[in-house]
């Protein structure tokens, strides 16, 4: 299948820049630029029907194969929390977020987490194909760098050996949740 133009359903400009650094040989155009200003209520219980649900919307309402992605930090410690709720953990914000986090983690010894990403591409018609993906790594007791965004800055990456707030957008986009999730799909279309 070949596709020229694709919508992206997210309002988060990290998310946007690193799927655009990824999916190239595209045009992805954001919900945005498409006239989309209101926001999509994720209902779903996992990050695959919260992806579905992001792109059916927008492929709908503007007759557009739409992408879209749910992902999120799963920390076992916390028994997977905050998992689908990454994004709106605090209800404050990325800083607030990662405030709430190290808070949550300090009597805690195993800081074994995975970012998890499911990604939905959603065509006019209704059919959908979807692709997962994983990186695993540990939560940091501070953060450390500055690079990326939501919870980079503490986790540590399993394959880079740093933290993603270290790392260039190359190195974190070889290895990501977002990265696999993607090469995943593109697989299946």
Do not use: W
Request: with cysteine; charged share 30%.
């Amino acid at each position: 299948m070949e596709l020229k133009r694709i919508a992206v359903a997210t309002s988060n400009k990290g998310k946007l820049k690193e799927i655009r650094n990824i999916f190239k040989g595209v045009e992805l155009v954001s919900m945005q630029e498409l006239g989309f200003c209101d926001e999509i209520e994720e209902t779903g219980k996992t990050f695959r029907a919260n992806a579905k649900i992001k792109a059916e919307v927008i492929a709908k309402k503007y007759n557009i194969p739409t992408l879209a992605d749910d992902s999120g930090l799963c920390v076992d410690g916390l028994c997977g929390a905050p998992g689908i709720y990454s994004a709106r953990f605090s209800g404050e914000g990325e800083a607030a977020n990662r405030k709430l986090l190290l808070k949550r983690m300090e009597q805690i010894d195993n800081r074994k987490a995975h970012f998890e990403c499911a990604v939905c591409l959603c065509l006019p018609d209704g059919h959908t194909y979807f692709g997962e993906g994983k990186t695993h790594g540990r939560i940091l007791f501070e953060e450390t760098g500055t690079g990326g965004f939501g919870y980079d800055s503490l986790f540590f990456s399993d394959d880079l050996q740093k933290s993603f707030g270290l790392a260039t957008e190359e190195e974190k986009n070889s290895v990501s949740h977002r990265f696999r999730a993607l090469e995943d799909l593109k697989k299946k279309i």
